[in-house]
């Protein structure tokens, strides 16, 4: 297969192909007036594809600017065409969140037993590749909305932003447009030159474009002459960036100025392809520097108009800090006990002696500010959250002064701006004005708001006054505010109003068993009979609130997670955490299975309302009804990304309250603080002891980190923290037997060094390695920071600035990286993010980094396909290629690290062959044990005297060797090889249910029906996929027949048997699935059966059955796999609507009914199904068992009569042979 080119490649030659032709995307001239109308965009997120997406986007000369996924196409009831391919599109990761960490290297919790994340900035960024289709490749989206009226006048918005600017601009006589570096000017002909004002601002933004280049703004090049190459790549990224400003405003973009230089891009992007993507990125530069003018002129705005006002807030809040502290209802007593000093002198010794040094004057920012002005004193960073004592004395006391702070600010604002109300008429008017009111009494002079119009109507103040009506963002901040006392019971209603009446009443007696169980008055078993009871389904006692849904299918036989199989779900189940969950024990229990996700969403959200109404804490409810309410948010198909924002918020804000209200809070801090005070005093001088360092795969890692281990990055290698039990670490242990760790070129730990290293090891040893961010690696290479390509990390140079560099230390960086994947741990993170399977399955551990091809299967894949193909290679530079048949997706993929050496290389290639020998070991061992257990098992297993459920569905008699239990219900068929031993056992429950054993060889294993006697007896060899069609073959023929158990172990039972009877003819006997051409597109029973015939040169045979029974009625529309999709699509969203889980707008029901089948094509393809097979044309078609016997018979008759026929030909081509072989007698000479 021919390398396929790296995406860079491909964007480059397209748009060299399109400047040729005068196409490329910033080729194009638009109109003024329509903004944001060009540039393409993702309306799930709603947000337009940036740098060099936007331009490959573009050059696929589509007319809908909407790009989406296929997943994001699903999700909104849409379908993308079958054989539309997609385009890929790539983006950088240069941050991710990770698990916070203590000093043992154990996760750090919140008050909810949840792991605290933390924002790290990676040194090595990440790139991952997606594939998206546009609107004109995807049935079902919404047509084009027309865009919205422009609001503000693209020319005055133009004229703000180059005011803004402070650019220094002349007009001359003439017609040239230009910047000049050495005077840092922009030169433009007269207005009145220009035909238009759109015109002349697109060329006076064009310019302040390459005026951002300036070393004082953003630093480009520009020293080149004009004509140059080095002008031309400064002209291209100033063309890209008048292209997006002017979608961005509706001025429209004219290229007729600069085609001139297409010469020397075309040359540009032929000599570097990634130079166009180097251009894309500085162009969203200008295009962000420029519009910022925009808001720097708002803001300027802004600041006059609150100057004054926040002046008069500052002088509103200059009360002293005593104020607070003083309260005698408000008391910090535990700050001096660990910190030495009394509080108030912490904070006046740090300059904070007013309310409003400590909140700040912005009154939405009170608490925000002065939780961070506050972390400080308490010794803490502002990000900390362990919940200790400082943690909750910072908040409390930051709640405390954003408390005095507002009401200092209202005091101010009711002196300032308060009106007096005279009377209530005017008071009922103000309110129906959306006017604030407040009511004072002279004992107290404090003022009240009036919250209702009852309440005004009934007050009997000493005083009202009114204040202005809020802004809708002063408004949602009270909202938010307001939130944060517990929901009213009108609350809870509203969530359980989505309910049916029975299974609310059980909703809320479960929820009153739960309660009843935390204050003892039931025991576990009485919570979990209640349950059964109110619920249909059983709850754990210790059940901690968490539920699990996990997508089940059947795989072999057997029900499998369907994520970790690759495949699509066809089931779901739902688990509940249980909090006693002793170690080695299942911490989930199973509580039920439903057909649909949605069935299993609707099941868990009633449970966790079960949760929420079972707990007695009233701010503990409102945390529990607002993750309720966010859920379901959520997967409201028609909730806007202002509704998940808002929902989003709500929770936040009643998990705050919840943990503010936590009355264990301050004991659980006590405990902490005492604790940690007696490990200090029991540890008092300790000298630091020795790391114990470990050998850790980085596939392992996680596990690592999740017992303790920390990463050492000067030693390179994961170590075991000091007063950590070592134990749980054994396997990795230094010199241990363990899995082999992926190769590193860092130098092991010290314990594994000898004497004799080389000089090149000690100096590495030597280097002070740093923690560099990716987007500051600038900066410390200017400080003489050098990097490490073998262990991908910077280290302190020899004539680095080591005070520069002194914030990039390990020990300085609370969150760093964790060490560089491997080549094969990028290639398997590129292979899951194009969809495709990695991990252990049949065919080993992928990604097998062999140079060879294989296949796997990929995400939303059928079931047993292998959709995914991919080839990766260790030789030289680490590459390979990743194709998804399925979404399209095609990556050519280069590693980001280093080159192996040859010696790394050969340890990586013959860890994995030692992996794969082990793993074939092992998994030989299990079924071995396996075929022991299912022997042992036959003893107890009976033979069939009358025909169990099974056989009776499906009208067959019982034959020797098929066993079933005493009670005569359930079927066990053996499974055997080609020798005879028994290896597996198929069981079939009285509803048809088929497994296998659990860790049991099924490859390649078979039931002979009659017996295996009786199958070497046998004139031919014919094998059936099910027991059903074999055993209704064998009755039909009279002899001994096979059954294979499924199609994809046709061809392995073919192949082992006829390598055991070669001189048998084989005859397949297949099933024809012909209604899953029409709804998937494939028929996997014939394309199996014919394949498995072909590999031992044999036939294959399929059912001939009566006319209309197995063939699609030609008057009937045609079915399609897009239109079955769209039906099953379609009843799915009108179940869920029956079940009043969504709402459906307007006439959609009509419309998603006339998307459907009709009775009639789902009636065709139901009989269709229902004759597939040799034991479907014996029972359920007119033809009978006599139709059996007829064709079977035919076959084989045919069959023999060839074979026959080919022996004969073997005997008379040998005996020629010997002929010609035999030795001649020399002539006599005379």
Known sequence: MEPKKPFHEVVAEKLIEQLKAGTAPWQKPWKPGEPNAYLPMNPTTGKRYKGIN??????????????????????????????EKGTPVQYWKFSEEQDKLDDSGRPVL??????????????????????????????????????????????????????????????????????????????????????????????????????????????????????????????????????????????????????????????????????????????????????????????????????????AVAQALAVDIAEVLDNPDVSFSHYQAFQGDTLEDALRSRGLETVGSITGTDPEQFYAVAHDRLSPV??????????????????????????????????????????????????????????????????????????????????????????PALTQQQAAVADQEANMTPPTNDQAAALLAAHPADAVQGIEQAAAARRQLAAGEIDGQAFADATRQHLGVELPPDWSGELRIVGVAEQDGQTVDAAQAGIEPQAFQVYARKADAQFGEDAFAFVAGTRTEGQAEALAERLHLVDALGTDNQHERAAKLARVQEERVRRDPNATEEDISAAKEA?????????????????????????????????????????????????????????????????????????????????????AATAAVEPRSAQPAPEAQGEAQKPAQQA?????????????RNAAKAAGA???????????????????????????????????????????????????????????????MDGKRHRVPVEGGKKGALDGFYVGHLDGHPAGRIINNKTGTDITWKSKGYALSDQEKAK???????????????????????????????????????????????????????MTDREGQKTYIPAFDAEGKQWTMQYIQEDGTKRFAKDSKKEGCFHPVGGMDALAAAPALVISEGYATAAQVAEAVGHATVAAFDSGNLE???????????????????????????????????????????????????????????????????????????????????????????????????????????????????????????????????????????????????????????????????????????????????
């Not at 990039?808 to 094969?824: D, F, L």
């Open 110 to 311: 919140d008050a909810k037993g949840q792991p605290v994340k933390e924002t790290v900035m990676l040194e090595r960024p990440r790139v991952f590749f997606a594939t998206v289709f546009n609107g004109e490749q995807i049935d079902g989206l919404p047509p084009l909305q027309p865009k919205k009226e422009q609001t503000w006048n693209a020319v005055e918005r133009a004229e703000h932003i180059l005011k803004a600017s402070g650019a220094t601009i002349t007009h001359a006589a003439g017609d040239r447009a230009f910047y000049r570096p050495s005077t840092d000017s922009i030169t433009l002909p007269e207005r009145g030159q220009f035909p238009s004002s759109d015109r002349y601002y697109a060329t006076a933004l064009h310019e302040l474009g390459h005026w951002t280049g300036h070393a004082s703004r953003l630093d480009r090049d520009l020293a080149h002459p004009f004509g140059s190459e080095g002008y031309a790549k400064e002209e291209l990224r100033a063309e890209i960036a008048s292209m997006i400003v002017g979608d961005e405003l509706g001025i429209g973009h004219d290229p007729g100025q600069h085609a001139a230089y297409v010469g020397s891009w075309i040359k540009a992007l032929q000599d570097e392809p990634l130079e166009v993507f180097r251009a894309a990125a500085d162009a969203e530069k200008i295009h962000d520097y420029v519009l910022a003018f925009e808001q720097k002129q708002v803001q300027e705005q802004d600041q006059q108009q609150s100057q004054a006002q926040d002046e």
């Open 764 to 776: 590495q040893q030597a280097r002070q390695y740093l923690a560099v961010p990716y987007e500051q």
């Open 378 to 467: 308490f010794g803490i960073d502002p990000s900390h959250t362990d919940t200790d004592n400082a943690y909750l004395e910072r908040k409390g006391l930051a709640q405390e002064f954003a408390n005095m702070a507002e009401q200092l600010h209202l005091a101010q604002q009711l002196q300032q701006h308060g009106e007096q109300i005279v009377s209530s008429i005017d008071a009922e008017a103000r309110w129906s004005d959306g006017q604030r009111i407040f009511a004072f009494h002279d004992q107290d002079g404090e003022p009240h708001q009036v919250r209702s119009l009852d309440e005004l109507n009934n007050y009997a103040p000493d005083q009202l006054m009114a204040l």
């Open 908 to 962: 990586l290639q013959a860890e994995a062959a030692e992996k794969l020998a082990q793993r074939a070991v092992e998994q030989d061992k299990a079924q071995e044990a396996t075929a022991q257990r299912v022997g042992r098992q036959m003893a107890d297993l009976v033979p069939i005297e009358q025909p169990t459920p099974y056989l009776q569905a499906k009208g067959i008699q019982a034959q020797a060797g098929v």
């Open 1052 to 1230: 392995a039972v073919a192949k082992a048997l006829h390598a055991k009877f070669p001189d048998k003819p084989v005859i397949i006997a297949g099933d024809d699935d012909r209604h899953l051409v029409m709804t998937h597109g494939n028929n996997p029973g014939r394309e199996k059966a014919e394949a498995a015939a072909q590999a031992v040169g044999g036939k294959a045979i399929f059912p001939i059955f009566a006319p209309a029974e197995n063939t699609y009625p030609r008057d009937l529309p045609a079915i399609t796999p897009d239109s079955f999709k769209t039906h099953l699509r379609a009843e799915q969203r009108l179940a869920d609507a029956a079940a009043g889980k969504v709402e459906l707008a307007g006439d959609e029901a009509a419309k998603l009914k006339a998307s459907m089948l009709s009775g009639a094509q789902i009636a065709a393809l139901s009989t269709m199904k229902q004759h597939t097979d040799f034991n479907d044309l014996a029972h359920k078609s007119e033809l009978g068992i006599e139709g059996v016997k007829r064709q079977i018979g035919a076959a084989i008759s045919q069959v023999q009569r060839d074979e026959q026929q080919h022996q004969e030909q073997k005997h008379v081509e040998k005996k020629q042979q010997q002929i010609e072989q035999r030795p001649r007698r020399a002539a006599r000479i005379g």
């Open 786 to 848: 050098l990097w490490d390509k073998a262990a991908k990390s910077w280290y302190v140079g020899p004539r680095a600035d080591a005070a520069k560099l002194e914030r990039w230390k390990p020990e300085n960086v609370q969150a760093q990286q964790g060490p560089a994947m491997t080549p094969r741990e990028e290639f398997a993170e590129a292979m899951r993010s194009a969809g495709l399977f990695t991990g252990s399955n049949a065919q080993g551990d992928h990604p097998i």
């Open 54 to 83: 936007a331009i490959h986007l573009m050059a696929q000369g589509r007319s809908d600017a909407r790009w989406m996924t296929y997943k994001q196409a699903a999700a909104v009831g849409a379908q993308v065409r079958k054989g």
């Open 651 to 735: 929770r936040k804000t009643a998990e705050a309250s919840a943990m503010l209200n936590d009355s264990d809070a301050q004991r659980r801090a006590a405990e902490l603080e005492r604790q940690e005070r007696e490990r200090q005093q029991a540890q008092p001088q300790a000298e630091k002891p020795e790391r114990q360092y470990i050998n850790v795969p980085y596939k392992e890692k996680d596990e690592a980190k999740s017992l303790g281990a920390r990463w050492d990055r000067q030693q390179q290698s994961w170590y075991v923290p000091p007063g950590t039990d070592a134990a749980p670490f054994a396997k990795w242990a230094q010199g």
